[in-house]
């Protein structure tokens, strides 16, 4: 009868001991390309690029799943950040940047749910139960995670108006014929 | 050993080293009529953004009577500007109005309806120079003084910069290298006096030692004249500069007249230098000795269409078109119509647009003077490279631009450019150089702006979580208070029943 426990017992603890050991030495890193890609994300987890969330989209990034311009509320910038640090060329043909929105409140329809408000993951919309809810348009993402939540579907996504600030040069058309 | 002949041999083969380009001036018949006052237009049209910097914030409300020279709005921030009135009358509306942008987009406008001319008490002063140099910038902020020569800066700011960084030397920029513009050459040679005191005055401000005025060779009366109003003052040297497209560029100006040259990337001031133009000078003058805050300035009318081409006195505010109707209004419907110089000024979207502080010019220019032929390939002549006032590689920026490559066209200066325009000019493949160099600075600009917005929402984001983690935690903490109080009472109330 002892023979057997001890025995049993004994492999037990070797190889827990073994397994202990492996775990603390023999330990696989996460890609650390792939923590430093999520942070860079908007961290939202506004879910237009398709995927889980941000870190989802990261990984995927780093091992070239999907193009780097998928993040929406990324954009150009973010894109051209993470192919700088992937060291791999961006690849923007095909990539036309979407004219950044926002999430804007109809305050006549407005109740002052604050489901909106509870769901937003930035802060970005303000004001408080029974009281008319305002979108700080700084913060907006654009992901239009509150559109759908609205009860009086107060609540629509319009594009960032262009201002003599924002206003920019279009690149200049290549005419025909002419090479670089 | 130094052998003196030698070291200014050198310095003079690297001076005249090839950068810039001569286009036809076509300054005349504008630079030899005199100045004449334009009529207050029925309107006026005040746009609250006519500076560089934050918009300013209107302090009138519809219907208000204002007197000339009253307050309309004031600055909306620490680099920012107000604006008055530059007449008498009733403000009729505020809300957009078309702004003097090649976008042709809408801007917020103060629109005034002109009832007279009658003027609100004006605080002059008789001997400005007795004042301590910071209520005397603080004044000229307060008169609205912004940077006359294109660049709009607010000079109020401009000025306690120069007087932080122990600036040595003021440079004056009456070069005016723009084709067709001649508003400070009129300036020069009607108003040296007052533009003598307003550099004086500006150098009293800034502590600077050393004045340097640089006025392009193709203007000798004002050369004339300046020298004449600035031969009492031991410390302002006049000096005639070639002519050159952009001699007119403030780093151009500086490195000539100094021999200095800036270091990528710095500002004027952190070697102790600090460049404002003639007109900038003169309002400065008006602003301190007259109590005047800025409702006027001079402006080119000029172009192959303007059947008169002059220079004019204008209340800021006056639609575009009422300028050129003085001036005898179009001979031919113009192709380009430009706020400014035809190489650096902003397409106006129409002559119903506002002057604004920084309007030095309205051009009308006709199909011959402003068709630009149609693009072909580069042929690698380098003369982009030759015309560069930086000495930049244009052809390689815009080749990498054009690729899509922006940073990498960064990595060659693109920040150091000034779109002046000149390899476009020189360009005989008619390549839009500075239009890829303007549109790679606003890919730039958003880019970082873009940063900027995404840094600030991931910090909310953060923040958020964060409060929401605390938040979770004080509730834990208030219940498990909460209960431990309960359990208390009971405890208390059992111990009670025991001992009764």
């Known amino acids: ?180 | 050993m130094k052998i003196p002949y030698l070291e200014k041999l050198f310095n003079w083969l690297e001076q005249s080293s090839h950068w810039g380009v001569h286009p036809d001036y076509r300054k005349e018949p504008a630079a030899s009529r005199l100045i004449s006052k334009l009529p207050l237009p029925p309107v006026l049209y005040l746009p609250l953004v006519q500076h560089a910097g934050a918009p300013a914030v209107a302090v009138v409300k519809v219907g208000d009577r204002v007197l000339a020279g009253q307050l309309l709005a004031e600055a909306g921030g620490n680099i920012s500007a107000p604006i008055h009135a530059p007449a008498a009358g009733v403000i009729e509306a505020i809300g957009p109005h078309i702004a003097p942008h090649p976008s042709g987009l809408m801007v917020e406008t103060i629109t005034l309806r002109v009832t007279g001319t009658e003027s609100v008490e004006l605080q002059t002063c008789a001997d400005p120079f007795s004042l301590p140099a910071d209520e005397l910038a603080r004044r000229v902020g307060e008169a609205g003084v912004v940077g006359l020569g294109g660049a709009t800066f607010p000079a109020s700011p401009k000025l306690n910069l120069g007087r932080r960084a122990a600036v040595h030397t003021l440079v004056i920029n009456g070069s005016e290298c723009e084709p067709y513009l001649s508003c400070d050459d009129r300036l020069m040679q009607e108003r040296a006096e007052g533009v003598i005191e307003g550099i004086r005055l500006i150098a009293y401000m800034i502590g600077a030692g050393r004045i340097l005025v640089g006025i392009e060779d193709n203007k000798p009366t004002a050369y004339k004249t300046m020298c004449m109003a600035a031969a009492p003052f031991a410390n302002i040297e006049v000096h005639s500069v070639p002519t050159r497209y952009p001699m007119g560029s403030g780093e151009q100006l500086m490195t000539w007249l100094t021999g200095v040259e800036l270091p990528a990337g710095q500002r004027m001031a952190s070697i102790g230098v600090l460049v404002h133009n003639v007109g900038t000078a003169y309002a400065i003058h008006r602003a301190l000795r007259h109590g005047e805050p800025l409702t006027h300035r001079i402006v080119t009318v000029a172009g192959g269409a303007v059947r008169q081409p002059r220079n004019l006195e204008v209340a800021l505010g006056t639609p575009a078109s009422a300028l050129v109707h003085f001036c005898g209004g179009l001979t031919e419907e113009p192709t380009r119509l430009v706020m400014g110089g035809p190489m650096m000024g902003q397409t106006l979207p129409s002559l119903d647009a506002p002057i604004i502080k920084g309007a030095s010019g309205v051009l009308a220019l006709t199909l011959a003077e402003s068709g630009s032929p149609e693009e072909g390939d580069c042929v690698r002549c380098g003369m982009c490279t030759h015309a560069c006032p930086l000495h930049l590689m244009p052809l390689d920026m815009a080749a990498a631009i054009r690729s899509g490559d922006v940073p990498a066209a960064q990595k060659m200066g693109l920040d150091d450019c000034l779109t002046c325009g000149a390899c476009a000019y020189l360009c005989p493949a008619h390549i839009p150089l500075s239009h890829y160099f303007s549109y790679a600075k606003g890919e730039t600009w958003a880019a970082e702006q873009s940063q900027r917005q995404q840094d600030q929402i991931r910090q909310s984001g953060e923040a958020k979580k964060e409060r929401l983690a605390r938040e979770l935690a004080e509730r834990r903490a208030a219940m498990a208070k909460r209960k431990a109080e309960q359990d208390a009472a009971k405890a208390a109330a059992k111990k009670e029943e025991a001992t009764s």
């Open chain 1, 1 to 180: 009868m002892l023979i057997p426990v001890v025995s049993i017992g004994a492999l037990g603890g070797v190889l827990g001991i073994g397994l202990a050991f492996a775990a603390r030495h023999f330990k696989v890193e996460g890609n650390p390309l792939v923590e430093e890609v999520a942070a860079m994300m908007p961290n939202s987890q506004c879910g237009l690029c398709g995927q889980a969330s941000c870190s989802v989209a990261a990984e995927k990034m780093v091992n070239g799943e999907i193009p780097l311009t998928n993040c929406l509320p990324g954009g150009k910038a973010l894109a051209q950040r993470i192919a700088e640090k992937l060291g791999v060329p961006l690849q923007l043909d095909g990539f036309e940047e979407v004219t950044p929105q926002v999430a804007i409140v109809d305050e006549l329809i407005c109740t002052g749910c604050s489901r909106c408000l509870k769901a937003c993951g930035n802060d970005a919309i303000i004001g408080a139960a029974k009281h008319i809810h305002g979108v700080l348009n700084d913060l907006c993402s654009g992901c239009g995670k509150c559109v759908d939540l609205c009860p009086t579907m107060a609540i629509s996504m319009v594009e960032v108006p262009v201002t003599l600030k924002s206003w920019r040069w279009q690149k200049p058309r290549l005419e025909e014929g002419v090479r670089a």
